[in-house]
C-alpha cells in the first residue's frame, strides 16, 4: 500500500528526536498544577453541580482556594480537609471550604495528615471504580453491536440546541454514519469553566457540557440498539477546560474527543504553559477511559499553504504522539489528524494527496488516523465541491484511514442541510464499498511522483525536528514553525490558572491514572 518509502532506521530516529524535544516540557508538567486540573479533581469526587446563576461549584471552590494562596497542595486536599470538619457529602464539602477561611483551618499533625490522605484516597478509590463501571457499560454495547469496518463515515452535527442535535445524529445514523461529532460552540475554549446543564442555545454549535454528553450518548446508544451497529460519540477536549471536559466525556461514555497537544496554543491563543500541562491531564484520563483521540495537524494547512507546510504536519504528528504514549495512550487510540487541503488547481493533487496519506501511514502504522475533507479550497459550485469530497473519500479507503470526517456540498454551512449530510453518507459508502483492497492491488513507484514526493516531506519534517530539538518547541512555536502562527510562552489566555505544585501537593487520582 504505503511502499517502504522511508527506511524504518529513520521514522525510528524522527521519534527519538521527538521524545527528546517534549523532555523539558514534561518536566513543566510535572512541577506545575492548573485551576482546570483542579477542578477536575473536584469533579471525579462528584462535585458536578452549579451553584448561584450557574456558576459550577468546582469552579466556586477552586476559586476560593486559589484566591486564599492554598490551591498549590491540590484541591483534594481540601476536600479532605472538609470532609475532617463533618461534610456530609461533595456540596456539603464545597459549602464549608467556601464558607471558612482557609488560612483559619489550622495545622494537623503527621498522624492526622496521614490518615487524611488515606481517608481521600479511599474515596478516590471509590469514584474511580464508579468511573470504570461506566466505561464497562459503553463497552458491552460496542461488543453487543460491532461497529462498520473503517474508514468510520465521522459527520458532525452543530445546532446550538441538544435536542435538535439528536434528531439531526439520529438522522445520520441512519443514513450510515459511523461517527457522531457534536461541534461545540464558538468560543467555548475560551471559556474557564464548563458550562452547566443541558443547553438550547449556541452559535455556531452546541455548549459541550456533562449534560448534553448524557442526552446525546443515550440517543445513540437507543439508535445503536435499532441499528444494530454501535454508533460513537464525538465531542472537543480542548481550550481551557480539557481535563474537565475529558472528564466529562469518560462519564458519560464518549468514544473520541478531539484533543490536542498544540491546537489551543496555536489556533485559540491559549497559553502555552497551561495547555500543555492540562493536556497531559485529560490525556490519562483518556486512556483510562479508553478515548480516541483526535489531533488537529490538519489546521496547520488551512493556515499555511498544504503544500509547502505538508512537512510540519508530520513533524507534528510525532510531536503529538510522543506526548499522547506518555500520557499512557496506546496505538489503537491515536487519532492522528490530517487533511485534503493541497489547492486543487495545481497539477498532480491526487498523487499528492496520496503521496501524503501514504506518508502517514507509514509513520504510523498502528494508529486508527483521523483524515479530514477539503475545506480551504472549497466553492459554492456545490457539485465541484461534491466531486472534490469524493476524491477525498478514494485517498481514504486506498491508504486505510481509521476515521473519516465526510466533506460536505455546503461546506461553509455550520449545519448543513440533510440532505447534504445523506448525500455525502451515501457517496462515501459507495467508494468504500467499491474500492474496498485497492491498496493490495497496486505497487507504487519507488521512483514515482508519489515516493518522491514522500521522501521530500519526510526529510523537510526531520529538518524541523532537529530544529525543534536544537532550539526547543518554546522556540519553534516562537518563531511560527507550526501553522505560520507564532506564540510566546508567557502570552495567550489562561496562564494565571497555572501553579507551581506545593511540595506536599496531592491528587490521588493522578496517582492511580499513572500508576495504571
Not at 142 to 150: T, V
Not at 241 to 263: P, Q, T, V, W
Not at 328 to 339: A, E
Not at 399 to 421: K, S, V
Request: net charge negative.
Amino acid at each position: 500500500m504505503s511502499g517502504p518509502f522511508i527506511d524504518d532506521a529513520r521514522i525510528a530516529e524522527a521519534r527519538k528526536l521527538a521524545d527528546e524535544i517534549v523532555n523539558p516540557i514534561f518536566d513543566l508538567i510535572q512541577r506545575n498544577t492548573t485551576v482546570s486540573n483542579e477542578r477536575t479533581v473536584l469533579r471525579f469526587f462528584g462535585i458536578s453541580g452549579a451553584g448561584a446563576r450557574g456558576v459550577p461549584l468546582a469552579n466556586l471552590m477552586v476559586d476560593k482556594l486559589k484566591s486564599a494562596g492554598v490551591l498549590n497542595r491540590g484541591a483534594a486536599y481540601w476536600y479532605g480537609r472538609a470532609l475532617q470538619l463533618g461534610a456530609s457529602s461533595p456540596l456539603d464539602a464545597v459549602e464549608r471550604l467556601t464558607a471558612l477561611p482557609t488560612d483559619k483551618m489550622g495545622l494537623l499533625s503527621p498522624e492526622m495528615e496521614s490518615n487524611l490522605r488515606d481517608a481521600v484516597r479511599e474515596e478516590a478509590r471509590a469514584a474511580m471504580t464508579e468511573l470504570k463501571a461506566r466505561i464497562a457499560q459503553r463497552n458491552a454495547l460496542r461488543e453487543q453491536f460491532p461497529m462498520s469496518p473503517a474508514p468510520h463515515k465521522y459527520v458532525i452535527v452543530a445546532t446550538g440546541n441538544i435536542y435538535d442535535d439528536v434528531d439531526q445524529a439520529r438522522a445520520a445514523a441512519q443514513a450510515g454514519a459511523d461517527v457522531i461529532a457534536v461541534i461545540r460552540s464558538t468560543a467555548q475554549s475560551l471559556l474557564d469553566y464548563v458550562p452547566h446543564g443541558a443547553t438550547t442555545e449556541g452559535y455556531g454549535g452546541t455548549y459541550a457540557t456533562q449534560e448534553n454528553f448524557r442526552v446525546m450518548r443515550e440517543a445513540l446508544d437507543d439508535e445503536s440498539r435499532k441499528l444494530k451497529r454501535y454508533i460513537q460519540l464525538t465531542n472537543y477536549s480542548s481550550g481551557l477546560c480539557m481535563s474537565e471536559i475529558a472528564f466529562c466525556a469518560a462519564y458519560e461514555r464518549l468514544d473520541m474527543l478531539l484533543n490536542d497537544a498544540m491546537y489551543g496554543i496555536l489556533f485559540r491563543d491559549i497559553n502555552m504553559r497551561r495547555t500543555f500541562i492540562d493536556q497531559y491531564f485529560s490525556r490519562r484520563i483518556c486512556a483510562l477511559a479508553g478515548i480516541i483521540i483526535n489531533t488537529g495537524e490538519d489546521n496547520y494547512i488551512t493556515t499555511a499553504d498544504a503544500y509547502d507546510a505538508a512537512h510540519t504536519v508530520i513533524a507534528s504528528q510525532f510531536i503529538n504522539e510522543c506526548f499522547a504514549k506518555r500520557a499512557g495512550l496506546k496505538d489503537w487510540q491515536l487519532g492522528i489528524g490530517h487533511s485534503y487541503e493541497i489547492d486543487p488547481y495545481r497539477d498532480d493533487t491526487l498523487l499528492l494527496e496520496l503521496s501524503q496519506a501514504m506518508l502517514v501511514r507509514r509513520c504510523f502504522p498502528d494508529a486508527p488516523l483521523k483524515y479530514m475533507p477539503p475545506t480551504k479550497h472549497k466553492e459554492t459550485d456545490i457539485f465541484f465541491s461534491h466531486a472534490y469530497d469524493v476524491m477525498a473519500d478514494l485517498v481514504a479507503i486506498w491508504t486505510r484511514q481509521g476515521i473519516q470526517l465526510l466533506g460536505m456540498m455546503t461546506e461553509a454551512m455550520h449545519t448543513p442541510l440533510l440532505a447534504d449530510r445523506y448525500v455525502a453518507l451515501k457517496s462515501a459508502s459507495y467508494i468504500h464499498r467499491a474500492a474496498r483492497g485497492i491498496d493490495e492491488e497496486f505497487t507504487v513507484r519507488e521512483d514515482g511522483k508519489i515516493a518522491n514526493r514522500a521522501r521530500e516531506v519526510f526529510a523537510k519534517a526531520e529538518e524541523l525536528l532537529r530544529e525543534c530539538h536544537t532550539e526547543g518547541m518554546v522556540a519553534a512555536i516562537g518563531k511560527g514553525r507550526f501553522g505560520d502562527v507564532k506564540r510566546e510562552e508567557t502570552g495567550g489566555k489562561g496562564l494565571d490558572g497555572v501553579l507551581e505544585k506545593a511540595p506536599d501537593y496531592f491528587n490521588p487520582f493522578l496517582e492511580m491514572l499513572e500508576a495504571t
